[in-house]
């Protein structure tokens, strides 16, 4: 019985280390899409300010 919980504890701790993992890149995705995004903006923005 013992074993068994280890065992459980091992797996759900693996599991949690991929969920973490899954979820840090698909924040990483949306993070550098938004900094894309931030840039362009600020881009425009200065590029106006520049003109008048």
């Given at each position: 019985?013992?074993?068994?919980?280890?065992?459980?504890?091992?797996?759900?701790?693996?599991?949690?280390i991929?969920?973490?993992e899954?979820?840090?890149?698909?924040?990483?995705?949306?993070?550098?899409?938004?900094?894309?995004?931030?840039?362009?903006?600020r881009?425009?923005?200065?590029?106006?300010?520049?003109?008048?």
């Amino acid at each position: 019985m013992k074993n068994f919980f280890r065992n459980l504890l091992a797996n759900i701790k693996a599991g949690l280390i991929l969920l973490w993992e899954k979820i840090k890149a698909f924040f990483a995705r949306i993070g550098a899409k938004l900094k894309r995004a931030l840039q362009n903006l600020r881009a425009k923005i200065s590029g106006k300010k520049e003109k008048e």
